[in-house]
């Protein structure tokens, strides 16, 4: 059973940055993709950035296009999440998924309700004005 453990989150001021990090206990064979969805208070969840296991090609939600970066440390079973210029929208619990045989668009359409591999228990993120 793989787990997914994430890091990184806490409080920073609107316009500042943080590095989100999410660690697999093992890599299964299968894993393809590796993605951050995020929930606000009263919120649904929703899709943020998905990253490509074997070749790091990454997709992105709209809200976050060209403020965050996703990437891959294959060596390390780890996938980041550079984000800079938050804003307090930003604000939400970030949760990392991993799945096999999708890719990071399908990702963002199949969106969170679809049964993913696994999931993370989630790192906090608030972002103050």
């Known amino acids: 059973q793989v787990q997914l453990r994430e890091s990184g989150g806490g409080l920073v001021q609107a316009g500042g940055s943080l590095i989100l990090s999410c660690v697999a206990s093992?890599?299964?064979?299968?894993?393809?993709?590796m993605g951050w969805f995020r929930q606000a208070p009263g919120e649904e969840r929703e899709f943020v950035a998905a990253?490509?296991?074997?070749?790091?090609?990454?997709y992105y939600s709209d809200s976050v296009n060209g403020r965050f970066t996703g990437s891959i440390d294959n060596a390390k079973n780890t996938v980041y999440l550079q984000m800079n210029n938050l804003k307090t929208e930003d604000t939400a619990i970030y949760y990392c998924v991993a799945d096999a045989g999708i890719t990071p668009q399908a990702m963002s359409i199949l969106g969170p309700s679809y049964e993913y591999d696994y999931w993370g228990q989630g790192t906090q993120v608030i972002v103050s004005s």
């Open positions: 093992a890599h299964t064979f299968s894993t393809s993709v």
């Open positions: 990253v490509n296991w074997n070749n790091g090609n990454t």
